[in-house]
């Protein structure tokens, strides 16, 4: 398969649903940027190490070099997603199917964000490509089970990892810092949150956009007749390319979902919020060497809450909780069945 950038052109000229794959998965990549990425620099916002726009700026920047510089090294995460599931081996079919579960992931993540409620657009990628694959096999045949098994495995780590090592680190700084000037520990955490910020950012990238670089490569495979991407090297102007979306959707903001997360769940201090970034940030990259598909929304917001319970559980405002884990527990209904219903239609329709 001809995986240059001169052929990705003539191909999305000549072939109208690829083009339409394209766009909504340039698309899921910039809301994702948009209403996910802010999750990363919302604690260093709320206990006012940077204002927002200096933050969204340094989010995007660091969200680009996340996707290009991880993907380039290790792609296991990209090679999970396009593997999950079997779309049958008519790959005209499979590029609609696919079109669908792209669809039901800017639906719902859009839905989300105008309510402020931070999504995991990791779970309603999964989601999507699930119902997407069982509607066009009229069944659970589609689902790759072993490649399941790996976000079943993320969903718990994302929150118990996340939770007790924002626990242990904040812990572990709270010991040393007990007997410390506050105003010169509060200096140096001021620092260290804006390479918190940082760090969460890139590993955000690293996750997150390889998930769509894998989507956006398997489109590409259908196109040219092929039914999977086994054993295919990403080429370089792909990375580029996702990474400078994402980062463009960063830079648009994603306010709302920075007061969720950053002020609204638990009020923090810089040395708490330095802890959090910094449990999430190494969360998230465990999980990317390892190949295993995470949040960075549930690994961030459960690191938030570990350190909250430092000081005390009651800490913790569990009402914002509550709205986000029924938000994450509808993801995969809620999106699976709208892909399942678009796969359907589009099918009859194309």
Known sequence: MDVSFSSFCQEVATNPVLAITVLLTLG????????????????????????????????????????????????????????????????????????????????????????????????????????????????????????????????????LLGFFMGWFICKIIAIICARMDRRKTNRFFKGGQIFGAAAMSFMHGAQDGQKFIGVLFLGLAFTNGQDSVQGMIIPVWLMILCS????????????????????????????????????????????????????????????????????RISAINFGVVKDMMLTWIFTFPGCGLISFVMAKIFMALF
């Open 28 to 159: 899921v990549i910039f809301v994702n940027g948009w209403t996910d990425a802010p999750n990363a620099i919302a604690t260093c916002i709320a206990t006012r190490c940077m204002r927002v726009r200096p933050a969204i700026w340094m989010s995007a920047v660091f969200n680009f070099l996340g996707v290009f510089v991880m993907t380039h090294i290790n792609s296991s995460v990209a090679s999970t997603i396009s593997n999950m599931v079997d779309f049958g081996g008519e790959t005209g079919e499979a590029l609609i199917a696919l079109c669908a579960a792209l669809f039901s992931i800017v639906v719902y993540s859009v839905t989300a964000s105008v309510f402020g409620i931070p999504t995991s657009e990791s779970h309603s990628l999964i989601a999507g490509l699930s119902g997407a694959a069982i509607a066009i096999q009229d069944g659970i045949g589609g689902i790759n089970l072993d490649e399941w098994v790996k976000v079943l495995y993320g969903l718990v780590l994302s929150l």
């Open 244 to 311: 400078f979306v994402m980062g463009t959707g960063t830079s648009v903001g994603g306010e709302k979902i920075i007061k969720s997360v950053g002020m609204d769940m638990v009020k923090l201090e810089k040395f708490q919020g330095f802890s959090a970034d910094l449990a999430g940030a190494l969360c998230l990259l465990f999980s990317s060497v390892f190949g295993i598909p995470v949040s960075t929304t549930h690994t961030k917001t459960s690191a938030i809450m570990g350190v909250g319970a430092v000081k």
